[in-house]
């Protein structure tokens, strides 16, 4: 069976060369790939969008239709993970504090803890202590990445960069303040519930701009409607329409991308973890 | 308002998905009616668009963003989507309707996430079916896999197992299906499926083509589990929980059958797949082995939902085989069982969830005595079953008849022996069920043990049982689903006539 599986794979791998031969050649302007469709988005971009990154104008306008989905699959990615691996907290017995002015370990039962208290830190079981060095660099760090996060969002009608790729580097922005610090402590900034539902409310950005225009009367996803609410002109709203939809993904990825991590770094319990 | 129809079905349920995993978070009872009004709001739709279809006989255009052709992306509902269309939005609103207290009962604290991923799915098949776009299929084929490996994978405890092997296979079709379309591109330099059918005749003879259509479709079969690849179905299927297999188990495979047609039809044309290629005859050939093989399969079940998958990929052999006869019967046949069969799946499947939920149990045994206990329950199923044996006027029996005219027409008679020896193990099979629910008497069960122990209390005496039907909100639509299959039947000639004759190219045969 083995031999078997390992032959099918060799068969396709072999296809799929002879068959690639033949390509036409690679970055060949005479393709048909380079013939037939680009020639018009590489010309009217400009005049149909008003947005000189025509990357952006094909993924977020005349192909937005197939990113409000992708971005509904990346929600989809996060409800999944939560679906299958939250579970409730079990009712813990005993818990361990740290007295921090002396050091001493003190053991709880229950969960008598004064809340909010500065002197007293939980210790897990995979507890280690804050590193001094790293939880501070960790702090300083943090806001640049986040405000680099928000140039990457609001750049993308010019330069490489949108709503996926700035609600990456959001996402991780809280991802490495999660690992510097603990779980507990991102949890504590940036519950499950508000991960939850900025996710949902990202793709509601996106598919609710598309739905607006329906209201206007035209058709889905055309942004060239909302002219009268985005200011501008038809042109204008288009490339404001993309903006919008843009910061749309990138909450969505940011907060699928929180939900995810806490769910898979603390196997659903979301008590204990990295 | 008419011209907003064909984004109106899909904008409706993605909308009301994300509202409904919202609203889990305040309230554990919203979300489940949010979804109930979506599916019916979507199913709404797309029985105006039938009618509208219908009446104008033209396919109604919608251009996504406002883009034309290829640029943009353009849905298409013509008359096979239109009807499949309908199929996938009734079956999914029946089922979540009938499911209930079982969701009740299984999501406690996730009724959101559940209820939204369900709706994500259906809307994932409705746009898979109302794509012009060969690129967009994906996108929402994806959508469809994700949240479908979600619901599967919180069934039973060997479900999360089960769920891991659908995935690797389900990926491995999907990724087949995009490099196919990758290779479509190079060659065209095009995504538009309408554009795609014009270009295809003049590439007739382009290896990257042939590549591209072999690789989408081997992709597809991997994803409708047609016979060497079959393996994922069973365990992913009958591991599931009920609410869950409800959906998937009747639209899954129904739909992946419906984009082969509109592959092999639309997008590479019926000259392309069946005259120009000379592989008609190895597919039928393929799907005569599924047939034996899923038939012999199930013979060999002693748990029923286990039984019913592998009755789906026999039927999955039924559809395939018939579409690759080529001819105008086969085709007819192979769509009219796409509509038929997801309603014998449905039935069967909402039976089996009525089974578990009273008995607690999946195994045949667990059937005894049940035509007395609950008769309704086992009117409906006894019609369903016989509508997947082939007994008129079910409407199992009528796209049979036209798959075993198909057969006989092409003269491929393996076919048609295939489908004639598959009929009679299903009623082998079916029979048994019957004889140990009728026949057998009860097990030692509580209502015995209550009956000779305190007798003051007791409403029941020895020997004699009252009726424990299942609860209304379950019976209803479960025989809904059944009655439909007697007006499919009864139908099934004007569904032909009004409906799949226009969905074949007229050069078709």
């Given at each position: 069976m083995k031999i078997l599986g390992k032959l099918t794979i060799l068969l396709c791998g072999v296809l799929l060369m002879v068959f690639a031969?033949?390509?036409?050649?690679?970055?060949?302007?005479?393709?048909p790939a380079s013939t037939h469709l680009s020639p018009y988005f590489i010309q009217h971009t400009m005049e149909d969008t008003?947005?000189?990154n025509i990357v952006t104008s094909v993924l977020a306008d005349y192909r937005g239709y197939d990113t409000m989905f992708e971005t509904t699959v990346i929600l989809t990615a996060g409800l999944a993970c939560f679906l299958l691996l939250r579970i409730e907290r079990k009712k813990i017995p005993h818990r361990y504090y740290r007295?921090?002015?002396?050091g001493v370990t003190l053991r709880m039962e229950g969960e008598k803890y004064p809340k909010n208290s500065a002197v007293f830190q939980r210790m897990d079981a995979n507890w280690v202590p804050y590193d001094f060095v790293i939880s501070r660099t960790c702090r300083l760090i943090i806001p640049f990445i986040q405000i680099f996060a928000l140039y990457v969002v609001a750049h993308g009608h010019h330069s490489p960069g949108g709503g996926f790729q700035g609600g990456v580097i959001m996402g991780a922005s809280v991802i490495l303040f999660a690992i510097s610090h603990n779980l507990r402590t991102s949890i504590k900034n940036f519950s499950e519930k508000t991960a939850a539902l900025f996710s949902v409310t990202g793709v509601f950005i996106y598919a609710g701009t598309g739905a607006l225009c329906l209201l206007f009367g035209?058709?889905?996803?055309?942004?060239?409607?909302?002219a009268p609410i985005l200011g501008g002109d038809r042109v204008m709203a288009r490339s404001h329409g993309i903006l919008v939809v843009e910061i749309g993904v990138a909450v969505a990825v940011t907060a699928v991308m929180i939900w995810i991590y806490y769910n898979l770094s603390s196997a659903g319990k979301q008590d204990e973890g990295l | 308002m008419t011209r907003h129809l064909p984004a109106l079905i899909i904008v409706i349920p993605l909308l009301s998905a994300l509202v409904t995993s919202g609203s889990g978070w305040f309230n554990q009872k919203a979300p489940f009616r949010i979804a109930v009004s979506a599916l019916l709001l979507s199913l709404l739709c797309a029985v105006l668009m039938l009618i509208q279809v219908v009446t104008t006989g033209i396919a109604m255009e919608y251009r996504m963003a406002g883009w034309a052709g290829p640029m943009g992306i353009v849905y298409v509902i013509d008359h096979l989507s239109a009807i499949v269309l309908v199929v996938i939005t009734s079956v999914s609103c029946l089922n979540l309707v009938a499911q209930r207290k079982n969701i009740h009962a299984e999501f406690k604290d996730k009724q959101g996430a559940f209820n939204a991923l369900y709706v994500l799915f259906t809307a994932g098949l409705i746009g898979m079916t109302a794509t012009g776009d060969a690129f967009n299929l994906y996108v929402l084929l994806e959508i469809v896999s994700l949240s479908g490996y979600a619901l599967i994978g919180?069934?039973?405890?060997r479900a999360p197992l089960a769920t891991l092997n659908y995935l690797f296979l389900g990926t491995i079709g999907a990724t087949f299906y995009l490099l196919g379309v990758g290779y479509l591109y190079i060659a065209t330099?095009?995504?538009?499926m309408a554009e795609l059918t014009t270009m295809i005749p003049k590439l007739m003879d382009s290896g990257v083509i042939l590549f591209a259509f072999i690789i989408c479709v081997t992709g597809l079969f991997v994803k409708m589990a047609l016979?060497?690849?079959?393996?994922?179905l069973p365990d992913a299927y009958s591991q599931a929980t009920p609410a869950a297999a409800g959906l998937i188990a009747p639209l899954t495979t129904k739909v992946t059958v419906y984009i082969l047609i509109r592959i092999c039809m639309?997008?590479?044309t019926p000259e392309y797949t069946f005259?120009?290629?000379?592989i008609s005859g190895f597919i039928v050939l393929v799907a005569v082995v599924t047939i034996v093989f899923g038939s012999l399969s199930a013979l060999a079940q002693k748990n029923v939902k286990k039984m019913l998958t592998y009755i789906i990929i026999a039927e999955v052999g039924y559809m395939v085989g018939g579409f690759f006869l080529g001819n105008r019967l086969g085709i007819s046949g192979a769509i009219l069982h796409i509509i038929n069969d997801a309603a014998m799946t449905l039935a069967l499947f909402l039976a089996a969830g009525i089974f578990i939920w009273k008995t607690g149990g999946e195994s045949?045994?667990?059937?005894?005595?049940l035509f007395a206990k609950m008769p309704f329950t086992m009117a409906g199923f006894v019609l369903a079953a016989l509508s997947v044996v082939g007994v008129?006027?079910?409407c199992g029996f009528f796209s049979k008849w036209y798959l075993i005219s198909g057969g006989v027409q092409a003269g491929n008679y393996l076919f048609v022996a295939a489908l004639i020896f598959s009929s009679l193990v299903n009623a082998v099979l079916f029979f048994r069920l019957f004889e140990i629910a009728y026949f057998e008497p009860f097990g030692e069960d509580e209502d015995h043990a209550h009956g000779h122990g305190n007798?003051?209390?007791?409403?029941h005496h020895v020997g004699a049982l009252a009726i424990k039907e299942a609860p209304l909100d379950m019976l209803v639509p479960f025989l809904a689903a059944c009655m439909a299959l007697i007006v499919l039947g009864l139908y099934s000639g004007t569904i032909i006539t009004n409906i799949i004759q226009f969905a074949i190219p007229t050069g078709v045969i």
């Amino acid at each position: 069976m083995k031999i078997l599986g390992k032959l099918t794979i060799l068969l396709c791998g072999v296809l799929l060369m002879v068959f690639a031969m033949e390509f036409p050649n690679w970055g060949d302007p005479e393709s048909p790939a380079s013939t037939h469709l680009s020639p018009y988005f590489i010309q009217h971009t400009m005049e149909d969008t008003a947005v000189p990154n025509i990357v952006t104008s094909v993924l977020a306008d005349y192909r937005g239709y197939d990113t409000m989905f992708e971005t509904t699959v990346i929600l989809t990615a996060g409800l999944a993970c939560f679906l299958l691996l939250r579970i409730e907290r079990k009712k813990i017995p005993h818990r361990y504090y740290r007295h921090e002015p002396t050091g001493v370990t003190l053991r709880m039962e229950g969960e008598k803890y004064p809340k909010n208290s500065a002197v007293f830190q939980r210790m897990d079981a995979n507890w280690v202590p804050y590193d001094f060095v790293i939880s501070r660099t960790c702090r300083l760090i943090i806001p640049f990445i986040q405000i680099f996060a928000l140039y990457v969002v609001a750049h993308g009608h010019h330069s490489p960069g949108g709503g996926f790729q700035g609600g990456v580097i959001m996402g991780a922005s809280v991802i490495l303040f999660a690992i510097s610090h603990n779980l507990r402590t991102s949890i504590k900034n940036f519950s499950e519930k508000t991960a939850a539902l900025f996710s949902v409310t990202g793709v509601f950005i996106y598919a609710g701009t598309g739905a607006l225009c329906l209201l206007f009367g035209e058709v889905f996803l055309n942004y060239s409607a909302l002219a009268p609410i985005l200011g501008g002109d038809r042109v204008m709203a288009r490339s404001h329409g993309i903006l919008v939809v843009e910061i749309g993904v990138a909450v969505a990825v940011t907060a699928v991308m929180i939900w995810i991590y806490y769910n898979l770094s603390s196997a659903g319990k979301q008590d204990e973890g990295l | 308002m008419t011209r907003h129809l064909p984004a109106l079905i899909i904008v409706i349920p993605l909308l009301s998905a994300l509202v409904t995993s919202g609203s889990g978070w305040f309230n554990q009872k919203a979300p489940f009616r949010i979804a109930v009004s979506a599916l019916l709001l979507s199913l709404l739709c797309a029985v105006l668009m039938l009618i509208q279809v219908v009446t104008t006989g033209i396919a109604m255009e919608y251009r996504m963003a406002g883009w034309a052709g290829p640029m943009g992306i353009v849905y298409v509902i013509d008359h096979l989507s239109a009807i499949v269309l309908v199929v996938i939005t009734s079956v999914s609103c029946l089922n979540l309707v009938a499911q209930r207290k079982n969701i009740h009962a299984e999501f406690k604290d996730k009724q959101g996430a559940f209820n939204a991923l369900y709706v994500l799915f259906t809307a994932g098949l409705i746009g898979m079916t109302a794509t012009g776009d060969a690129f967009n299929l994906y996108v929402l084929l994806e959508i469809v896999s994700l949240s479908g490996y979600a619901l599967i994978g919180l069934g039973n405890t060997r479900a999360p197992l089960a769920t891991l092997n659908y995935l690797f296979l389900g990926t491995i079709g999907a990724t087949f299906y995009l490099l196919g379309v990758g290779y479509l591109y190079i060659a065209t330099g095009t995504l538009n499926m309408a554009e795609l059918t014009t270009m295809i005749p003049k590439l007739m003879d382009s290896g990257v083509i042939l590549f591209a259509f072999i690789i989408c479709v081997t992709g597809l079969f991997v994803k409708m589990a047609l016979f060497p690849v079959h393996g994922w179905l069973p365990d992913a299927y009958s591991q599931a929980t009920p609410a869950a297999a409800g959906l998937i188990a009747p639209l899954t495979t129904k739909v992946t059958v419906y984009i082969l047609i509109r592959i092999c039809m639309t997008v590479f044309t019926p000259e392309y797949t069946f005259d120009h290629l000379d592989i008609s005859g190895f597919i039928v050939l393929v799907a005569v082995v599924t047939i034996v093989f899923g038939s012999l399969s199930a013979l060999a079940q002693k748990n029923v939902k286990k039984m019913l998958t592998y009755i789906i990929i026999a039927e999955v052999g039924y559809m395939v085989g018939g579409f690759f006869l080529g001819n105008r019967l086969g085709i007819s046949g192979a769509i009219l069982h796409i509509i038929n069969d997801a309603a014998m799946t449905l039935a069967l499947f909402l039976a089996a969830g009525i089974f578990i939920w009273k008995t607690g149990g999946e195994s045949r045994s667990d059937l005894k005595g049940l035509f007395a206990k609950m008769p309704f329950t086992m009117a409906g199923f006894v019609l369903a079953a016989l509508s997947v044996v082939g007994v008129p006027p079910t409407c199992g029996f009528f796209s049979k008849w036209y798959l075993i005219s198909g057969g006989v027409q092409a003269g491929n008679y393996l076919f048609v022996a295939a489908l004639i020896f598959s009929s009679l193990v299903n009623a082998v099979l079916f029979f048994r069920l019957f004889e140990i629910a009728y026949f057998e008497p009860f097990g030692e069960d509580e209502d015995h043990a209550h009956g000779h122990g305190n007798s003051h209390g007791s409403h029941h005496h020895v020997g004699a049982l009252a009726i424990k039907e299942a609860p209304l909100d379950m019976l209803v639509p479960f025989l809904a689903a059944c009655m439909a299959l007697i007006v499919l039947g009864l139908y099934s000639g004007t569904i032909i006539t009004n409906i799949i004759q226009f969905a074949i190219p007229t050069g078709v045969i």
